[in-house]
Every structure is written in structure tokens, then in C-alpha cells.
């Protein structure tokens, strides 16, 4: 009977969204100054999604360790950045946060977040989302529109409602925001080794600006289209040896000081386009002089 | 002469025939015996319900007897191809019927350096340039085709749209449906994936055999 029911869900494995890998272990060669945040990490993320997503998150740390021109330091804050982006704040995050309060013997509390639309549509597979998506812009709904929604422990329905919100983690990975997710870490962490490669220097600030991409709704939304700002118009440049930044470092810092709660960017596109400028003119008068 | 109940007993031992049919692809282990069953069986079914006049089944099992016909013809047409391919240029192209069309942008990154490989890919028009190496891949190019085999599942570049373009793709995932689908299919897959690796290997060593050349110091 077991070997029916191993059998069955096996088959029905993508759909009930069935993780039977085992936890990661750390990485080898880690440092002991590091393996505490990177222990904590794999933990939060097996809570987060499981272990299967835990191995991803080790397998993408495994890149850096022990590579010429990352200390610990960096060590740690890219394993602590990864883990905090890979655990994005959506929906079915905020009600599993929500009902660990209740674990650990927490008042019963009541929030209200506010989730854009379309942000909560995309935390479902994205075979039911894009269709409903693309059916209310043909309609021409405002998908982003923000919704306030509740989560809530002070009643039992509250409570199950939370804990139905929290089992959609194992569509979580076929969602249109897990795709979103996935190929933004993976830019960030392509973006820090090309910067070991070119200019490590740099290395620190590219890894920093992780920190640019927090929360949900249109913060976060903000936060993601002003680092994407920063990348193409200043790091990625660089990087292809078509803008002569000779400190990318310091013109990330001052790009970021210019990051304003700006949907248009106007200040932030300007200072960027300012410190080109100002790498293009040195370059030519140095070629000239 | 009332020959009602001959047609009765024709569609009896006709059901009965099909059922032998039916059992028998249900058995099958492979692809290629399972449709060549399933159409047998269609056609006994299709057989069997003329007599009696049964539109539904006739209709329901001409539908079927179309599509095994179809896939049947595809499978054998995957093998053919892939024989052929091992035995001339090496070609990937037999995988295109089975891949699906993607439209990329100029500065699209269609994979990472280091991110687990998922697909195979191939160019059909545009410009695509390997970041780290900056080599820039012609059009009919196939990019991770042996990404599949390797333990690491692991791309070794990044790969970035430099142009406009179109590409094809098709999951990993669906190459090995296709391999144990089709043990035939599975073992040129195999021969072409190391014919393909001896080639790069043999590449490497001539690329190596230049550079001891140009190194190697001149006599006095």
C-alpha cells in the first residue's frame, strides 16, 4: 500500500507540488565566520518554500566561495541578500509570517497589507494567471490597482484562511512572480561576478544594491525599476567596456543618493545620465590629451 | 433472409478481437509498438461498428486512428533524422518540430553564467553573443545540447541578445520524454551527444596543437 501511495505521489508530484529532496548541507569550504547566516538562510528558506529551493539557494551561494577577491564579508552579505531576496514578500510569505507569530505563542493580531493586482494574481501558477491577466487588460481593468487585504488570527476562519493563503507555497515555483524572482537574483549574481572580473572594486556596492529591492506593492515595484536603472545605465556599460567608469563604485553611491519615491525617475535618470556624461568627456580628453 | 443477427454476431466477435487489441497496448513498454497497436485496434474498432451503424464509434476512432497515424509518422520520422544526423554534419536540426518559437529583444539575457541549465536553444535568426567569451553565435547555431548529459547541469556562459531575433527552445525535460519514449531515439541521441563532444574535443586538441606550435622555441 505504501509503494501505491509513493507511486501516486510521485505521479501527481507537479501538481501537489511535492518536495522530497533532501535539506542541503553547507557549502564546502565555507567560512566559519559565514556558515551561521548561511545556516539560517537554508532554515528560513526550507520554511519558506523547501528543500529543494534551500539546495538552489546553496548551489547559487557555491559560486563565490572560496573565489579570489570575495572575503568573508562579501561572503556574507551576498549569502545574506540572496536569502532575502529569494524569500520575497508575497501573499502566501506574509500569511506564513503570520500564522509563525501564532506558533510561537504570539497575540492574536489583524493586518492589513496593501498588494497591488496584479501582484496578487502573479503569486499564482502562472497557467491560471496569465490568462486572467490577460483577460482584464483586454477589458481594460486597472491591474494596478492596489487591494487591501487581511490577514487576520483573532478568528478560526481568519486562521484557516491564512493557512490556505500559506499552502499555495507549492505553486509558489510556477507562479509569474517566482519567474520574475528567479531571473532577477540571477542578474544580481551575474552582475557581482562580472564585476569581480572587471572591476572588484565595485564588487561591494554591486552587491549592496540588493538591498534596493524590498517589500511589495509599489515599493517594491519602485525599488525594482530603479535598480534595473542603476544596472543598465551605469554597471552593465561598464561591464561591456562601452562607459569608461574608472570608479563604477562611487557612481553607484551617487546614483543611489539621487533614488527618490519618483514613478518617472526624473532625478535618478538625470544623475545618471550626468555621471556618463561626465566618464564619456574624461575619456575623450584623456584620448585627446 | 433477416441477417440482423449475423451483423450482431460480427460486432460481438469484432468487440472481442478490438479488446485483444486494447489489452496489447496497454502492455506496450515503448512508443513506436504502442501506436502501431493503438492503430490496429482502431481500425478493428472502425470495422466492427460499420456493420451495426455506430456513427459515435466510427467518428471517435477515425479521430484516433489519425492521431496515432500522425505520431506514429513523427517518432519514426525522429529516428530517421537522428540516424541521418549521426551519420553526416551532426545536425540538432530533427529537434526542431518538437521545439517552440520565442521572439527576443535586443539585451535580452536568455540564461546566466552558472544558472541551472533547463533548455536547449536554437537560433533561428538575430544576433547572440556569449558575454564572458564574447563570442557571437551564428544563426542555426544549438546552445546547450549537451548541458543535458553533463553531472553539473551547469551553463558555462551567459548568453545575451545583442540583436533582435528569434529562437527556438525545448526543455530538457522533453528530450528525455522523447529518450525513454523511444529506446531507438535514445541511443543515437546518445551516439550523436558524443560524436558531438569527440568533435569539440578534437577542436580543442587541434587549437592546443597550434598554440605548442607557436610556442615552441625556433631553432638557432
Redesign the interface.
Known sequence: MAGVLSSLRYLLADFIGDDDDEPPFLPDGLPDAVAPVVSDAIHMLIDYQGNAYATLYVTRLRRFVGRRDVNDAMLGEIARLMAMRMSYQDPIRVAQLKLAELEVGGAPSHDVRRFRFDELIGALPAVVAEPVLDTFEWLGWEVRRRVPIRFSTRSRWGIRRLKIEAGLRRWRLFSVRYAKERVWVERWLHMIDRSLTKQPRAASAIVQTATMVQGHGDAYRQGLADWHAIIDGLAKPTFDGVLPLQDLAAAVAEARAAVTPDPRQAVLKRTIAEIRARALGADANAAAG | MDTSHLAEHAGTLGTLFASVFVVATTTMRTMIPLRVFGILANVVLIATAIPSHNYLTIVLQAVMLSLNSYRLHQMLQLVRDVKKSVNSDLSMEWLKPFMTERRCEA?E?L??????AEDMLYIVSGRFKL??SGIELPVGAIVGELGMLSPSNMRTQ?LECIEAGMILSVSYTKVEELYVQNPEFGFYFLRLASARLFQNIATLEQRLAQQAAHAAPKPA
Open positions: 539585451g539575457v540564461f546566466y553564467k552558472d544558472e541551472k558575454v564572458e551567459t
